[in-house]
């Protein structure tokens, strides 16, 4: 039965695995400080998987990705130095290794999530218009719903505990220019992992929104 699924299939299912022992591991108080360290590495598994399944990385996806991981690094770096982009806040140590003050895998985490939402809404239409407008929305909302859960496992903080709508701005103004980046560079995503794992994000923060 095993050798019937696709390479595809099982490292979709690795991921699927992962989110789910740490949702149950998080939601144990006893577990949650073995459990939060991971989350670096959960990060890095879910762009691993991305690039595994779409097969499609070539050196135009590569320059992509490593510009889309810059400027989504640049523009955290650059609100949690000054307060002037997002609003005030600071990281954790959750996800690990910092530079100025900013973890450097919430680049991998604009990453997955730019690509995989331009992946999603690249199924449905081909329109310039919507490729554009219609991923940062997706971002933006689900920002929306990771924001809370965040800070209560102590990824970040805000000031006076307030998430400021100007973030919410940012991330979609952010995001717009990502998109329309990766519209000039037209990658073909697998829409497989793309659903899989904005569902997956949406499935895991939605869940422990409830819980927490």
Known sequence: ????????????????????????????????????????????????????????????????????????????????????LFGSYTY??????????????????????AL???????????????????PPILMTSLDVLVEPVAMKLGFWSWANDIIPLQNYVMWYLTSIAIHVLIHLFRPNINPKISFTIIGVQVSFFGALHILL
């Open 1 to 84: 039965m095993i050798k019937n699924i696709s390479i595809e299939n099982r490292w979709i299912g690795i991921l699927l695995l992962f989110y789910f022992f740490g949702f149950i591991g998080i939601s144990i108080d006893a577990y949650k400080h073995l459990f939060l360290p991971l989350t670096p590495f959960n990060l890095i598994l879910t762009l691993f998987v991305f690039y595994k399944v779409n097969q499609d990385f070539s050196a135009k996806l590569y320059l992509l990705s490593i510009l889309i991981f810059l400027i989504g690094f640049s523009v955290e770096a650059i609100g949690v130095a000054t307060g002037v």
């Open 92 to 113: 954790g140590a959750s996800f690990g290794i910092q530079i100025l003050d900013t973890p450097l895998v919430i680049g991998v985490n604009w990453l997955f999530l």
């Open 116 to 134: 995989s939402s331009y992946g999603v809404i690249q199924f449905f239409t081909k329109k310039t218009v919507f490729l554009i407008i219609l």
